[in-house]
């Protein structure tokens, strides 16, 4: 049902007041004057009139009657001329009268009072039920009714879907008790009333339990600003947020003017009085079930309680600054701030405006912000920040909010320079390198970018990197440079590194020392050290040693410290590694002297022979500085071995830096093995191993396919003039009549005769040699190959002379093809030419008997021993016409 449903039916009735003059001893009549319902309450309040002057009845009696007949229910006595009575039933159900009278000296009773009544409200066209949305005390008792239509009865009342036992209230009203009311525990909070009645219809309404308003306790008020007060207090038991007993709350100032100010449940803020410093307030609580009031003075010097609000934090290394700034102008008062940290403690500073007994504490008064600085702290560890002012000490302010931050984690930067000479005499070229170091597990910030900056000649210059870049080259001239690079991060401060370029001519001496391996691998470095070294000392070497690409590596030493131990696991075993040693000074790295060395040396040097050698020296092309070597070359061993036969000793060439050596005493026609090694301290490396045949005299074997060839052209020319006589005669012997009888055994004994006259013609020794031993040296770029055919086991050896009938020309200026030996770096190589002279014999149409040589020559440069060199050589003779 709905309010608007709702019809309040109330009727008031006042009796005329009628004046009787009575005699003495006859009472006037008492006539009330007001009558006033408050149905939340479920009260009357009722107050009256003496009608006559000079009688005073000291008591006054009371009755209250229900329904149209007066039913009494209540009947008190009172001094007073206003009364007010609850009712247990709520006021709407039935009608309540009121009536007085009073008594003189206690015995004379006057008449009664005409009946007053508050009429109850009637229901038309459906019952109605009472209280409805009603807010009732908890704990108490009450009573519900329902009123139905005139001919209506009422059958059945529940509560809370309960059934109770059913109240006749008057003719046609009922009722039901309920006892200790409870607060419901649903999330409705509220309480079902239902009424059947002889309709057979069913109606209900809710009803609400609450509890009365609560009386405030530890009502206290502070300031923060001297601006405003605010008051709180502790507002009691708790109340549910769908309760139906709205409360009020107001704070008056009781020695002011001031209005009165509406409150919030557990708090009020006012605005502070100008020049007041006293205050006397009061809280006032109402609801729908009571009022409650609570007192309390102050002075508002003595309640300031200062408000601080977090403004940043500047996480540093083993520091961190935090700042906040404090609401209100507090100028001129003592104020005491405590900075809590977690891990950690507790800190307690004292603090004027523009003043201060703390050495890192920093306060402004026109912005109200201090600074102060957390020291101890641990690198890359979170901690959390928290921090309360106060007055003097008297009250403290409420802790601001946990402030999180993490120290920044212990970072540096570390700056070294490569230089590089660049074509222009005054011109120089720095790659500036840097790493950013962090020790521990601490992780690095991501850095945002680089700065780098550099002043030569007074001029100032500025590159920026981004944060992914590690160097920067830049372009300098002859004079001092200075360099600082900046690492911006992203919460943590700048990390800066600077160094020196020095002067062009102000480079240092290059002082090389060899650094001797240790068998457990690794580089002990040490150098003398320097008076003018004022900031330490740098070491740098290239990761990969000296192979290029070189990927630079540093390590800079501290002041006093000129040793520096490597272990070997951060280097490459047989890999040579060279340490360029820098002094700091104020003007600059100056280098002080290179080490060069390896970290262990191995065997497995790379073959130095490259090319082929002759038969008499043989030489080689190697670079025994080479810093790709795995160790040091001290010097080569050579080894000679003939195939088949047992190894010859090896030469050993002590000195690295020759590269030939004489082999002698080989064999003509022998094949033979050569290998060069190089010597390092731990052995010999991987031989360069060459085959190679000794050259025999290939005179004979030129002259025996000549010959026949020689032969045939020589016949050829001398019997071509007669080579029609020739074609005639040959006509005749083998062109014949048909019929004519030929004799086999004559063909048989021509053939025979030519042969064996063919087969006196044989092949004369070498009568006559030149030699000539020639020194060639082929190019570095020519692929090793043998040109030489096999070799023949001809020797060349003085031999007996012809005996030709006649003599021809000597064939002058001939000499033989020499074989090379091409080899892909330089080689000594030596070839031997043999020339064999001769003549051939004239041939004529006659067979004569052969004559002797009467004319020999042998020329030689040089004396071979039974041709053991290498040798080519050709044999030339004649034809004898000695037809025997």
């Known amino acids: 049902q709905t309010m608007s449903s709702l019809l309040f039916c109330c009727c008031f009735i006042h009796p005329d007041i009628v004046l009787h003059f009575v005699s003495v001893w006859q009472l006037p009549v008492p006539s009330i004057s007001n009558l006033q319902a408050n149905r939340g309450k479920q009260s009357l309040v009722v107050s009256w009139l003496v009608n006559h002057s000079g009688i005073v ?182 109340r549910h947020p769908h309760d139906h007993n709205n409360q009020t709350r107001t704070l008056h100032i009781e020695n002011s003017d001031q209005a009165p100010v509406n409150c919030e449940p557990s708090s009020c803020t006012f605005a502070a009085i100008p020049n007041l410093e006293q205050y006397n307030i009061r809280v006032v609580v109402k609801d729908q079930l009571g009022e409650e009031t609570e007192s309390h003075s102050f002075n508002i010097s003595d309640r300031v309680v200062p408000v601080a609000e977090w403004d940043r934090v500047s996480p540093g290394v083993a520091d961190t600054t935090v700042s906040w700034i404090i609401q209100g102008n507090l100028t001129g008062l003592n104020l005491i701030c405590q900075v809590s ?58 802790w601001t909010h946990a402030l999180p931050f993490k120290t920044c984690p212990f970072v540096t930067l570390n700056l070294w320079r490569r230089l590089k000479q660049t074509s222009e005499i005054y011109s120089r070229q720095v790659t500036l390198l840097w790493t950013l170091n962090a020790p521990g597990s601490a992780t690095t910030e991501t850095v945002q970018r680089y700065t780098v900056q550099w002043t030569q000649d007074g001029q100032n210059r500025t590159e920026r990197k981004d944060g992914a870049q590690t160097q920067a080259e830049v372009l300098i ?75 630079l590596r540093w390590i800079k030493m501290q002041k006093g410290n000129h040793t520096l131990l490597l272990p070997a696991s951060n280097f490459k075993a047989g890999r040579r590694y060279t340490f360029n040693i820098y002094g700091c000074t104020e003007n600059g790295h100056r280098l002080l002297e290179v080490q060069t060395g390896y970290s262990q040396e191995l065997r497995n040097v790379v073959k130095p022979v490259q090319s082929t050698p002759s038969s ?96 045939l052209l020589g016949c050829t020319i001398l019997l071509w003039p007669q080579r029609k006589m020739l074609k005639r005669g040959l006509k005749d012997i083998f062109v014949y009549p048909a019929g004519m009888n030929i004799k086999s055994f004559e063909i048989d004994g021509f053939l025979h005769e030519a042969g064996e006259r063919v087969q006196s013609h044989k092949v004369e020794e070498c009568i006559s040699c030149d030699i000539e031993i020639l020194n060639t040296r082929p190019l570095l770029t020519e692929a090793t190959t043998l040109r030489d055919p096999e070799p023949l086991n001809t020797l060349c050896s003085p031999g007996s002379q012809s005996s030709p009938s006649s003599l021809s020309e000597p064939h002058k200026g001939y000499c033989p093809q020499s074989a090379e030996l091409l080899s892909e770096r330089p080689a000594p190589q030596q070839i031997t030419c043999i020339t064999n002279k001769s003549y051939f014999h004239t041939t004529v149409e006659d067979f004569s008997e052969p004559q002797e040589v009467t004319n020999s020559e042998i020329k030689s440069t040089s004396e071979p021993s039974d041709c053991l060199q290498e040798s080519c050589s050709v044999v030339s003779g004649y034809i004898s016409n000695d037809t025997s």
């Open 57 to 238: 009845g000291e008591i006054n009696e009371i009755q209250i009657s229900r329904t149209e007949s007066h039913i009494i229910i209540y009947n008190v006595n009172s001094h007073e001329h206003t009364w007010t009575w609850t009712s247990d039933l709520p006021l709407e159900c039935v009608d309540h009268s009121v009536r007085i009278r009073y008594f003189y000296n206690q015995t004379a009773p006057s008449p009664w009072s005409k009946w007053v009544t508050n009429c109850g409200c009637e229901a038309k066209d459906k019952t109605r039920m009472f209280p409805f949305q009603r807010v009732l005390r908890e704990g108490t008792s009450a009573m519900f009714c329902c009123v139905p239509p005139r001919g209506v009865n009422i059958t059945s009342i529940a509560f809370k879907k309960s059934q109770y036992p059913l109240i006749s209230i008057g003719a046609r009203v009922k009722a039901i008790s309920v006892e200790n009311l409870t607060i419901p525990t649903t999330d409705i909070n509220a309480l079902l009333l239902s009424c059947g009645d002889t309709t057979g219809e069913e109606y209900s309404v809710w009803n609400y339990v609450s509890f009365p308003a609560q009386k405030p306790r530890n009502l206290s008020c502070a300031t923060s600003q001297l601006t405003t007060v605010t008051c709180t207090w502790d507002p009691g038991r708790y």
């Open 341 to 398: 940290v977690d891990p950690g403690s507790t800190t307690e500073v004292s603090l004027t405006w523009f003043k201060s007994n703390i050495h890192n504490l920093n306060c402004n008064s026109a912005s109200g912000r201090c600074k102060f600085k957390l020291e101890d702290l641990l690198p890359n560890t979170l901690y959390s920040t928290k921090v309360r002012c106060s007055v003097n000490g008297r009250l403290w302010g409420k």
């Open 477 to 551: 001239g002859p004079g001092q440079c200075d360099f600082t690079v900046q690492a911006v991060l992203h919460t943590c401060p700048p990390i800066n590194a600077h160094i020196t370029i020095p002067k062009l001519d102000d480079r240092g001496e290059e002082h090389i020392e060899r650094l001797s391996s240790s068998p457990a691998g690794g580089f002990n470095l040490s150098w003398p050290e320097l008076n003018t070294a004022t900031c330490a000392y740098t070491v740098e070497w290239c990761n990969q040693g000296n192979a290029v690409p070189c990927t």
């Open 616 to 711: 008499v020296t043989l030489e080689w092309h190697y670079n025994e500085d080479d810093p790709a070597h795995p160790a040091f070359i001290t010097g080569y061993l050579v080894t000679v071995q003939e195939v088949g036969s047992n190894t010859r000793p090896d030469m050993l060439v002590e000195d690295p830096r020759k590269k030939s050596v004489i082999i002698e005493d080989l064999k003509q026609g022998h094949e033979y093995r050569f290998s060069v090694s190089a010597l390092t301290k731990v052995g010999p490396g991987i031989p360069g191993m060459i085959p190679f045949r000794t050259r025999t005299n290939y005179s004979a074997h030129l002259a025996k396919i000549l010959t026949p060839i020689l032969l």
